[in-house]
Structures are given as C-alpha cells and as structure tokens.
C-alpha cells in the first residue's frame, strides 16, 4: 500500500537558519502531495501542496517540489524563525482506493531558538 | 464560516464508558473522516464517508462506530472505550475534485483511564 516516510525529529536550529525535512513516498499511482502543518494544541493546517511531477508548491516561505524520479517532496526554508516551531506532516493522497483519504508520515517537531 | 468544528476539545473516561465525538463542517463537503492521531505514528484513518449516507472503515476501525448524520455531521462513538483509545481525534473534510485536500477541526484530546 502507499506509505510516506520523513525524517525523525525533533530538528533543532537557530533562528534564520536554512530548514530541510525529507520526505519520500512509495505510491501505485500519482497521487497529490502535501505539507500539513501542526502547531501546539491545534489541528493541522495544510501548509503547501503539489499535484503533479516537478510542480513545485510554497507558501510562507516554505517550498516542496514533486520529484517523481526520486518519490520525494523535501520541505525547505531559507531561513526559519521562532514561530515556525511545530511538527510537519508530509502526506499524499490516495491512488486507486476511491476513500480520497490521506496518508500520513509520523511527523517532524521542528524547535526554532532565537 | 467555521470551517471543521469538533466537540469536545477535552474528555477523561473510564474504561467502559461510550461516548460520542461531534464533528461538523460548513463548506458543503461531500466527503469526511475520522483520523487519531498518536506520538510517532501520524495520522491513521479510523473511518471515512464518501458522501451522506455512507460510511467506509479506514485502517483501525476496531471499536469505533460512525454516523453521517446529514452532508454536514460525522460522528464517532466509542461503545466501551479501553486505554488503547487514548489518542488525540481528528475530524476532517474535503471537497469535490481531484486534489483531495482536507481540512482539519482542532481535535478531541480523549484519555482512557
């Protein structure tokens, strides 16, 4: 079935450092790929999403590209900040089951320090 | 426009006891959905509902039952919960179209003593 595997955290940095989260995925057929962010005590938010192969999505800063080649969706910033502290969802959409369900990585805590 | 809302925010339960989580949406969704979440585990589907009327089991439905009440209510009721049921739940919703994009309500933080 489709899975999605991120890497461990927490990730620890300091304020206006560059941020990478890697995300792979294993999928039958093409689905849609996202970013889903949680901040504390709150539900998720969809952070940026790509639809197709070399799509790049972003929003606040924040960039993924859809890499079929490679089946990957890496989040990157330039340069976090304090308030980007939370845990990061990489998700994907369902191929072929009809549910139009998500299916979820473990999540990334990211600890920004001023 | 409320987006996903989820009552409540907060239960503490014995073992035994049943209870219902409410979840309502606005944005005239056709599709919603039950997820828990756990530490290092994600997000993992309880059960779905394609459209009003019906209901689909997800990946652990054990010991959950849902109701589509109307295109805008999805209920989950926990018949006899256990300490395995000790999670954070999430509602959530999506539109129409290919995309698949979901909205989340702000959660049910339930714990099984």
């Known amino acids: 079935g489709d899975s999605v595997t991120q890497m461990e955290g927490p990730v620890t940095l300091s304020e206006e450092a560059f941020l990478t989260i890697n995300c792979t995925y294993t999928?039958?057929?093409?689905?849609?790929l996202f970013w889903y962010v949680q901040y504390p005590g709150e539900g998720l938010q969809l952070l940026l999403k790509?639809?197709?192969?070399?799509d790049k999505g972003s929003n606040k800063g924040f960039e993924a590209t859809y890499r079929k080649e490679t089946t990957s969706f890496h989040l990157e910033k330039g340069s976090v900040q304090v308030s980007d502290s939370a845990v990061y969802f990489c998700?994907?959409?369902?191929?072929?089951?009809?549910?139009?369900?998500?299916?979820f990585g473990s999540g990334t805590r990211l600890q920004v320090q001023p | 426009n409320a987006g996903v809302t989820q009552t409540p925010k907060f239960q503490v339960l014995k073992t035994g006891q049943s209870m219902t989580l409410q979840c309502a949406q606005d944005?005239?969704?056709?599709?919603m959905y039950w997820y828990r979440q756990d530490p290092g585990m994600g997000l993992r589907l309880i059960y779905y509902?394609?459209?009003?009327?019906?209901?689909d089991k997800g990946e652990v439905p054990n010991g959950y039952n849902v109701s589509r009440l109307n295109k805008r209510e999805f209920s989950l009721r926990l018949e006899s919960a256990a300490p395995s049921q000790t999670s954070v739940y999430f509602c959530?919703?999506?539109?129409?179209?290919?995309?698949?994009?979901?909205?989340f309500g702000p959660g049910t933080r339930l714990t099984v003593t």
């Open positions: 959530a919703s999506t539109g129409p179209g290919g995309v698949y994009e979901q909205y």
């Open positions: 790509a639809t197709k192969a070399d």
């Open positions: 998700a994907l959409s369902d191929s072929g089951t009809g549910r139009r369900a998500l299916t």
């Open positions: 999928a039958t057929g093409y689905p849609s």
């Open positions: 509902s394609a459209s009003e009327g019906t209901t």
């Open positions: 944005m005239n969704h056709n599709s």
